[in-house]
């Protein structure tokens, strides 16, 4: 494992706030995005990794070495900021020949090892610009180049997005994907934007109160979160308290749904999650394909945003929450499939309190 | 509007006026404006050993006391800027500022009480001039640095100097001091406007050999107008340069941080 977080805590004196007993593995080559809200800790995770902070407890390995007590500039990591903190007083080119510099590398390599890193993140011809003159897209490119030109251990990035407009976003977040895959580097990915975790991250790891809830493929995180939290974090979601009938079959206050319920027994109370995607919207209850349980009720909102169609159906005190794609015709009846519904757990993390 | 603000002009410009036409004026004395005209005035200045003296000890303290600005208001503003605890960084703005808030008098008083003792007999010194203008001046430097530093980003600079590598004699003059440097260009221009004209402190502590070119215009004004006229226009002329190289400083500095 290229960085191991082992029990990882740091409480900011003073405060409840902090990270507490992170274990978290990041392999060679992978991206982890890191997400969760503001105050969720996954900036401290960074800054605990980079050196900024000390963690009170735990350990921090990088390729196996303990990092406790290395001052930042000893870690060997390249990080890129938010603020894109490059040095205005350089050029393009010397921003990106500083980490060579400091470690002694001769001028004329440096700059041609500088002007190689430039290249690679498609900015060819701007070495002598001063940063300045550049945009944000093409400050935040240099501010990556310098993050990776001495082939640090591992790649940390702060929310390197979020001074972006929403077109370059989407452009620098496919470069960062590229330029990471190209340097086959272990990397910590900090952002609050899911789309953003979710379309780039090898894995993503879900924090919430400074505690880690759970770490996974984005399409696991999906399908299969772990509890409610995680599962109303990562998108939109109907979860209904229900309580297994028997095998294959769930009841809930609208009535009774067939499932997968491999692993619950008969009683135990559990929360049944679908996502608003899975619901089939019909236009008349005989439309049902074979699987799952046809349901009607009152179409209570449909609103139509081109590439989504947003409704909701009120069955007797519940609202049921569905999105189609393609269907144009009325919804009378909606059919939820078996597959569709994943069963939860209904003991919530309740972190610090809140 | 516009009269009241052409009216507060004229009010503003008319003694600057009055004082340049008097540097040309050959007698001035119990009428509005000044008879006759001579270049006589400024060709005295050159002539009057005093004048010139003043002058040179105004140079000097002017430079000292920038260099020790810098050397001590550099650290100070940095060390202030990094440390992390809001009481401590408070606390350090309130010392800073605290001399602004006394007035010079009152710690002309104190400097006159406390350096006339056998134990610190040195007042009417030039480094205790200097001293003096320092304790002045520095807070006018630490707060431009402070606030630049703050729109700087300076602390996100150093943080990434560090994880590139970066130790921290290689961060400060690589990173904070070039960074800094139209800051600390366009808080020395104050600090040299202020110093340059600082009257009150200069009056009561420097000695009869290093008087301060404001001070010694208080002299002059006793004897002929035209000369005291002359003398005001030549301190007139370097506070202007002053303001100015000042606004194209901070002009530079805005456009470097875009």
Same mark, same amino acid.
């Given at each position: 494992m290229a960085i191991h977080f082992q029990n990882v805590t740091y409480r900011y004196p003073g405060s409840d706030a902090g990270v507490f007993d992170v274990d978290l593995e990041i392999a060679d080559g992978e991206l982890l995005v890191v997400i969760g809200p503001s105050g969720s800790g996954k900036t401290t995770l960074l800054k605990l990794l980079a050196g900024f902070l000390e963690a009170d407890s735990g350990r921090i390995l990088v390729d196996g070495r303990n990092l406790a007590g290395l001052p930042p500039h000893r870690r060997d990591l390249g990080i890129v900021f938010q603020s894109y903190a490059l040095f205005q007083h350089m050029t393009a080119a010397q921003n990106v020949a500083y980490p060579l510099k400091v470690r002694g590398v001769s001028r004329q390599q440096r700059l041609d090892q500088a002007g190689l890193a430039l290249n690679r993140v498609g900015l060819a011809g701007f070495a002598d610009r001063m940063p300045v003159s550049l945009s944000g897209g093409q400050q935040q490119r240099v501010a990556l180049a310098r993050a990776l030109v001495f082939s640090p251990r591992a790649l940390l990035l702060d929310e390197p997005l979020s001074?972006?407009?929403?077109?370059?976003?989407?452009?620098?977040?496919?470069?960062?994907?590229?330029?990471?895959?190209?340097?086959?580097?272990?990397?910590?990915?900090?952002?609050?934007?899911?789309?953003?975790?979710?379309?780039?991250?090898d894995r993503v790891a879900v924090m919430?109160?400074?505690?880690?809830?759970?770490?996974?493929?984005?399409?696991?995180?999906?399908?299969?979160?772990?509890?409610?939290?995680?599962?109303?974090?990562?998108?939109?979601?109907n979860m209904w308290d229900a309580t297994i009938r028997d095998a294959g079959h769930i009841s809930t206050a609208f009535g009774m749904l067939s499932c997968d319920t491999a692993g619950w027994p008969s009683g135990?109370?559990?929360?049944?999650?679908?996502?608003?995607?899975?619901?089939?919207?019909?236009?008349?209850?005989?439309?049902?394909?074979?699987?799952?349980?046809?349901?009607t009720g009152e179409l209570r909102r449909d609103r139509f945003a081109g590439p989504i169609r947003r409704f909701e159906m009120a069955l007797s005190e519940t609202v049921l929450l569905g999105e189609s794609g393609g269907y144009r015709g009325d919804i009378a009846a909606v059919q939820i499939p078996a597959n569709a519904i994943r069963l939860l757990s209904p003991s919530t993390f309740n972190p610090s309190g809140v | 509007m516009a009269v009241l603000t052409y009216l507060y002009l004229i009010y503003l410009a008319a003694p600057i006026l009055l004082l340049v036409v008097g540097s040309f004026g050959e007698v001035w004395a119990n009428s509005l404006l000044p008879t006759g005209a001579t270049l006589h005035w400024y060709a005295a200045l050159l002539d009057d050993s005093s004048l010139l003296r003043a002058f040179r000890t105004s140079l000097m303290v002017v430079s000292v006391t920038s260099v020790i600005d810098v050397l001590v208001g550099l650290p100070a503003a940095y060390a202030l800027h990094t440390q992390s605890r809001r009481s401590v960084r408070f606390a350090g703005r309130l010392v800073s500022l605290l001399p602004v808030a006394v007035p010079e008098l009152t710690l002309a008083f104190g400097f006159i009480l406390l350096f006339s003792t056998d134990a610190l007999p040195w007042l009417g010194s030039s480094p205790l001039l200097i001293a003096g203008h320092v304790v002045l001046t520095l807070p006018y430097l630490l707060n431009t640095l402070l606030a630049d530093m703050e729109t700087l980003r300076l602390a996100d600079l150093e943080a990434v100097?560090?994880?590139?590598?970066?130790?921290?004699?290689? #961060?400060?003059?690589?990173?904070?001091?070039?960074?800094? #440097?139209?800051?600390?260009?366009?808080?020395?221009?104050?600090?040299?406007?202020?110093?340059?004209?600082?009257?009150?402190?200069?009056?009561?502590?420097?000695?009869?050999?290093?008087?301060?070119?404001?001070?010694?215009?208080?002299?002059?004004?006793?004897?002929?107008?035209?000369?005291?006229?002359?003398?005001?226009?030549?301190?007139?002329?370097?506070?202007?340069?002053?303001?100015?190289?000042?606004?194209?400083?901070?002009?530079?500095?805005?456009?470097? #941080?875009?």
């Open positions: 001074a972006l407009d929403a077109f370059r976003r989407v452009e620098m977040r496919d470069e960062i994907v590229r330029v990471q895959r190209d340097a086959a580097i272990a990397t910590l990915h900090v952002t609050h934007d899911l789309e953003e975790a979710m379309s780039i991250g919430h109160g400074g505690r880690m809830l759970q770490v996974a493929p984005p399409q696991v995180l999906y399908d299969a979160p772990v509890d409610r939290t995680v599962a109303s974090f990562v998108g939109k979601a135990s109370a559990v929360i049944a999650l679908v996502r608003p995607e899975r619901i089939v919207p019909l236009a008349s209850p005989d439309d049902a394909r074979a699987d799952g349980a046809v349901l | 100097a560090g994880s590139l590598g970066a130790g921290f004699a290689s #961060r400060f003059f690589d990173i904070v001091v070039p960074t800094l #440097r139209h800051s600390v260009l366009s808080g020395l221009i104050t600090v040299a406007a202020l110093s340059i004209g600082e009257f009150q402190l200069s009056n009561l502590v420097s000695g009869f050999l290093n008087r301060t070119y404001p001070t010694f215009l208080l002299q002059a004004f006793y004897g002929a107008t035209g000369f005291a006229c002359a003398a005001t226009v030549v301190l007139l002329s370097l506070a202007v340069a002053a303001a100015a190289i000042g606004a194209f400083v901070a002009r530079a500095g805005g456009a470097a #941080r875009g």
